[in-house]
Structure formats: C-alpha cells, structure tokens
C-alpha cells in the first residue's frame, strides 16, 4: 500500500469532504501532534516518574493519574494556539475553556477525553484519547456560550480517536467513512492502514463489566444473559472480551463485531460514560462504519446533553447486536 498521510487523505477525498478546509487540516495537524507527544511519553510512562495517582480527583469524582494531567495539558496547549478552535471541552476540566483573546479564534470546539482507560496505564495496558469536532454556527462571533456547545452528536463535523497500543493508530471519521491510520515511529507519521473500515452487521463478542451485574437495570441482565446463550455470528457462543479502557474494548468491536456495552447501574441512571467526550464521538465512528450506538431506548447522536459531563447508558457495535439490547428494553418498557 502506498504511504498514505492523513492530510493527504483528506486532500483526495476534499471533494467529498466540504470540512476539508485549511482551517480542518492545520487543526487536526495540531491533535496529531499533541495525539504524538502523548504516545511519546506514555512509551516513556515506566522510566519517568508519572506513573500513578497525582493526589487529586476530577470533577467526575475519579482520582486523577499524572499522565491524565500530562495529556489534558498537552492537549490545551497545543490545541488553544492552533488558531482552528474556539472553545475545547475536557473530561477533566470542570468548565468550558474558551480560547482568547490571547491566542486567535477558530470556528471549531473541540471536546475530548484526554486519556481514555487512564486506571490501565499504570499496567501497561491499551489507552487513548477520544475527540469529537463541531462548527460554531456560521456568523457566531466573540465568546462562545455553554449552548453553542451542548448540542446532541448528531451535529458533529469529525470524530475519532488514538489508540496508544502496541502501535498507536488515529481512527477518524469526518462523515465519510471510517479509516484507520497507524504512526510510522520513524516516520513520524500516520499511514493510512485500515481504509474505510466497516463493523460487520454481528458479531461473535460481547463487552461489559459484569462485576456490576447485580446493580444493573433488569433489561441489561436480560440483554447479557441473551448473549450467554445466542449463537453468534460464527454459529456458536459469543466470547466474552473486556480491556476495561472503552477505547480499546470499542477499537476491537469495531473491526472484529460484536458488543460494548455500559449499563445503568443503581443509584447512578445514566451509567458511567460521559455523553459528550466518550459517547458520542464512538457513536458518530459506529454508525459512520454501519453499526449502532444506543442508549437502550434510541440513538446516543440523538440525545442533548444537559451539561458538559452528562453520562449516558452506552450499547454500541455491530447493528444486530445493538438491536437484540433494543428490542429487550423496549419489551420491558412495554410491560
Ligand atoms: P477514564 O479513564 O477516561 O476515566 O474512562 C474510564 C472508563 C472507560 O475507559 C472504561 O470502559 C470504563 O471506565 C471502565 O469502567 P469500569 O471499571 O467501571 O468497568
Ligand atoms: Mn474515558
Ligand atoms: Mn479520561
């Protein structure tokens, strides 16, 4: 396969991609530069000393890991001088951050988890981080406002995100498609190597933390005990696969099928996932490769979030599967 760069892959495809502009290029440019000097020190993570907890807890209530803290500000940093932003939105920053007027305003906001599986990173196991793109409406000037920005993931212009693995990969969908590119060490560069990637229509794993059975709403322990018992899309039992970094868990579903799933637990409605960094930017690659992302009552693209760090019940992967969940919680809707 030739070497493909991702610039040069959205300049083929500009024709088709009308948020191919100078301003979409240097500022996707700019995350990959942040998404590689994040790589580079987590390849460093174990010789450095930022592995483990910095003390502190997030505004989600979770404790903090440096490298958390390394790749939420290398990310700011980065992403507040590219000049393509107006506004970013992290996991791990209570408030909305808005750009200027120190540093020149673009039309984009960008919402991102900085590091995604943060709690794996200190086992050496797969993390990443996971952005999601939307344009300020057309004419919208000075300060962005909270409104401009909680809007439902319908209204993304790209999505995606990179994968620290064995080797880092930037997926990413700007509404055309889903296409996988992995970083050339030494190169410095991402290649395109997995174009237009597409979810089968089942699959043959199911994903979910089932020490939280117990807690879960009934259609949940209904939807996995279908899948203790289905046939799969290789004729016998569905396997059971769980990472624990929700970018992994989904990497994997999205090229080999299947299900993730994150239920409601009790006390907690609307589960674990933030809707806006985590939820909707998988939504938008899933349905992007044919597959589903859902809620368990309709599609995650659909939902407004309520706030910055609204969570969401998350079942996404292969469009039979997501739908087997559907029709469970909507046959105890029903009752
Ligand atoms: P983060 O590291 O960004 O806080 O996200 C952690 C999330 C997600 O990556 C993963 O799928 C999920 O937490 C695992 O949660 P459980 O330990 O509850 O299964
Ligand atoms: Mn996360
Ligand atoms: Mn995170």
């Keep these: 396969m030739a070497d493909i760069t991702v610039t040069e892959h959205l300049l083929l495809h500009q024709k088709m991609t009308p948020q191919a502009t100078g301003m979409f290029t240097g500022l996707l440019y700019d995350l990959i530069l942040s998404g590689k000097t994040i790589s580079r020190r987590i390849n460093q993570a174990g010789l450095l000393d930022i592995l483990g907890g910095t003390g502190e807890v997030n505004v ?24 393509a932003v107006c506004a970013m939105a992290s996991e791990e920053e209570p408030e909305l951050i808005r750009v200027g007027p120190e540093f020149p305003r673009g039309d984009y906001i960008l919402i991102f988890d900085p590091l995604d599986g943060s709690s794996n990173i200190d086992v050496n196991v797969d993390v990443g981080t996971i952005f999601s793109l939307h344009r300020r409406a057309h004419g919208a000037t000075g300060e962005v406002s909270l409104e401009e920005v909680l809007k439902p993931g319908t209204e993304q212009v790209a999505a995606g995100y990179i994968l620290y693995g064995p080797s880092t990969m930037l997926v990413l969908s700007t509404g055309q498609g889903v296409h996988g590119f ?3 060490p030494g190169v410095g560069e991402f290649l395109l190597s997995h174009p237009d990637i597409r979810i089968p229509e089942q699959g043959y794993i199911y994903s979910v933390n089932e020490g939280y059975r117990e807690q879960w709403d009934a259609p949940a322990r209904e939807a996995v005990e279908w899948f203790h018992t289905a046939k799969s899309s290789k004729g016998g039992a569905y396997s059971s696969r769980y990472v624990g970094s929700l970018v992994a868990d989904f990497h994997r579903t999205l090229l080999y099928g299947g299900i993730y799933l994150y239920p409601p637990y009790s006390g907690k409605p609307d589960g674990k996932l933030r809707l806006m960094c985590e939820a909707s930017p998988l939504a938008f690659l899933a349905e992007q490769a044919g597959g589903k992302a859902s809620d368990g009552h309709g599609r995650i ?31 105890h809707k029903n009752r």
Excluded: C, F
Aim: net charge neutral; charged share 30%.
């Design 301 to 331: 693209l659909e939902r407004v979030p309520a706030t910055l760090h609204a969570r969401t019940p998350l079942y996404i992967g292969s469009s039979r599967d997501v739908e087997a969940v559907e029709t469970i919680y909507a046959r």
């Design 60 to 83: 989600q209530g979770e404790n903090v890991q440096k490298m958390d803290a390394i790749a939420n500000r290398i990310l700011i940093y980065r992403m507040e001088r590219s000049g």
């Design 182 to 184: 992995t970083l050339d």
